[in-house]
């Protein structure tokens, strides 16, 4: 069966009203995502400095193409963090005082003995990553987002925290802006909580990702709705197919003639993603026709001086075909001073789901489309980025 789209002519939900948190860049290429919900990696590289914190309106940083981060506030008075904004996993949390590990030790320590308006909660929260465990307790207080104060909000409070992406991120913690149906513990997702508190008009949220290394800031996160400054013609929208992720039906990958998700297969949309992931059998075909050169598991190269002779590779829903040229699928790196690489924005994961083969659309294909994701409606808009 086709995916049912729909195309909406867009002149209401725009820009006035909004919430525009900045988005900041920093690192290089290194990051792996695997399946496990509210993934994170174990091999990021950070070069840039840190985003000024508590600038209004805030911003996102681009993790050099492969994160996208921005500030938040904790208790009475604030305190700041740097949170990876992610639609794939649904908890917040961030480093505890109590933890004096490295990974926390480097980065921002939420103390709530220094908020009047903290409420101890104390049940404790384990978070399973590819790189091993987070632990740590919960707690409640005010959440700051902008503009937006969430009264009473529920966090995570890391005192262990694994692996070399938290001791040498320059995030802080992660928020995440999936459904419910993920959260650990069954926690309420800030967004949830924010829709409870009725401090939005619109229950949307959108992302434009800014993918010029050079940009600062990085992009935009917007609460309440979308911005026309940052796409062109109309969003297209997908009904969201499992409400846990941000899933929804997809009807075909297209590389010239090979066919690919033959039949629909289900996709995830993630920010939080820094790549577009597939099956590992499909992606073993597309790079094939792409022409790329694998050299190392997951990660292939193209020649850079053959960016615009490489194929289209296009995403269906629906009648509706979303097109990446060669210079969009991939990323330029510096592999040394005097020697430029560009690897290949599609990696192999094969995760087991119900529902059929699964791809993620990661921050290659967001960065392309500027990305709505509507909670009131329950669906996925897309439009071209301007």
């Given at each position: 069966?086709?995916?049912?789209?729909?195309?909406?002519?867009?002149?209401?939900?725009?820009?006035?009203?909004?919430?525009?948190?900045?988005?900041?860049?920093?690192?290089?290429?290194?990051?792996?995502?695997?399946?496990?919900?509210?993934?994170?990696?174990?091999?990021?590289?950070?070069?840039?400095?840190?985003?000024?914190?508590?600038?209004?309106?805030?911003?996102?940083?681009?993790?050099?193409?492969?994160?996208?981060?921005?500030?938040?506030?904790?208790?009475?008075?604030?305190?700041?963090?740097?949170?990876?904004?992610?639609t794939g996993s649904s908890n917040l949390w961030v480093p505890s005082v109590k933890c004096d590990g490295t990974a926390?030790?480097?980065?921002?320590?939420?103390?709530?003995?220094?908020?009047?308006?903290?409420?101890?909660?104390?049940?404790?929260?384990?978070?399973?990553?590819?790189?091993?465990?987070?632990?740590?307790?919960?707690?409640?207080?005010?959440?700051?987002?902008?503009?937006?104060?969430?009264?009473?909000?529920?966090?995570?409070?890391?005192?262990?925290?694994?692996?070399?992406?938290?001791?040498?991120?320059?995030?802080?913690?992660?928020?995440?802006?999936?459904?419910?149906?993920?959260?650990?513990?069954?926690?309420?997702?800030?967004?949830?909580?924010?829709?409870?508190?009725?401090?939005?008009?619109?229950?949307?949220?959108?992302?434009?990702?800014?993918?010029?290394?050079?940009a600062a800031p990085g992009g935009e996160l917007l609460l309440g709705g979308s911005d026309p400054a940052y796409y062109?013609?109309?969003?297209?929208?997908?009904?969201?197919?499992?409400?846990?992720?941000?899933?929804?039906?997809?009807?075909?990958?297209?590389?010239?003639?090979?066919?690919?998700?033959?039949?629909?297969?289900?996709?995830?949309?993630?920010?939080?993603?820094?790549?577009?992931?597939?099956?590992?059998?499909?992606?073993?075909?597309?790079?094939?026709?792409?022409?790329?050169?694998?050299?190392?598991?997951?990660?292939?190269?193209?020649?850079?001086?053959?960016?615009?002779?490489?194929?289209?590779?296009?995403?269906?829903?629906?009648?509706?075909?979303?097109?990446?040229?060669?210079?969009?699928?991939?990323?330029?790196?510096?592999?040394?001073?005097?020697?430029?690489?560009?690897?290949?924005?599609?990696?192999?994961?094969?995760?087991?789901?119900?529902?059929?083969?699964?791809?993620?659309?990661?921050?290659?294909?967001?960065?392309?489309?500027?990305?709505?994701?509507?909670?009131?409606?329950?669906?996925?808009?897309?439009?071209?980025?301007?």
């Amino acid at each position: 069966m086709q995916t049912q789209v729909y195309i909406v002519l867009t002149c209401a939900v725009l820009c006035c009203g909004l919430e525009r948190i900045k988005l900041w860049k920093t690192g290089s290429y290194q990051r792996r995502t695997n399946c496990t919900p509210n993934a994170v990696s174990n091999d990021i590289v950070l070069t840039d400095p840190e985003p000024p914190n508590g600038t209004t309106p805030e911003g996102l940083k681009n993790f050099m193409d492969v994160q996208y981060y921005g500030v938040i506030s904790l208790g009475t008075p604030p305190q700041d963090f740097n949170v990876i904004f992610d639609t794939g996993s649904s908890n917040l949390w961030v480093p505890s005082v109590k933890c004096d590990g490295t990974a926390c030790a480097n980065h921002h320590r939420y103390n709530h003995s220094r908020s009047l308006s903290y409420k101890a909660d104390g049940r404790p929260l384990k978070i399973t990553y590819g790189s091993g465990s987070l632990s740590g307790f919960l707690s409640q207080d005010a959440i700051t987002i902008g503009s937006i104060v969430i009264k009473n909000g529920t966090f995570g409070e890391a005192t262990n925290e694994p692996g070399s992406a938290f001791a040498t991120g320059k995030f802080d913690g992660i928020l995440g802006l999936a459904y419910p149906q993920i959260a650990v513990d069954h926690i309420r997702p800030v967004f949830d909580m924010i829709m409870d508190q009725n401090l939005v008009d619109n229950n949307v949220f959108s992302f434009y990702l800014d993918r010029d290394p050079a940009a600062a800031p990085g992009g935009e996160l917007l609460l309440g709705g979308s911005d026309p400054a940052y796409y062109t013609g109309n969003f297209t929208y997908i009904p969201v197919s499992y409400q846990g992720y941000w899933q929804i039906n997809m009807d075909g990958v297209h590389v010239g003639p090979l066919k690919l998700c033959a039949g629909g297969c289900q996709a995830i949309v993630d920010t939080g993603t820094s790549l577009i992931a597939g099956p590992s059998e499909e992606i073993v075909k597309l790079q094939a026709a792409i022409g790329s050169q694998q050299i190392s598991p997951g990660q292939f190269l193209v020649d850079c001086g053959k960016l615009d002779s490489l194929p289209v590779v296009s995403f269906r829903f629906g009648d509706k075909l979303f097109n990446l040229t060669g210079q969009e699928y991939t990323l330029k790196e510096q592999a040394n001073p005097t020697t430029q690489v560009c690897l290949v924005g599609f990696m192999p994961m094969d995760i087991p789901n119900p529902r059929g083969p699964l791809w993620i659309l990661g921050d290659v294909f967001i960065g392309q489309y500027y990305t709505e994701f509507d909670r009131g409606n329950n669906r996925v808009g897309f439009a071209r980025a301007k």
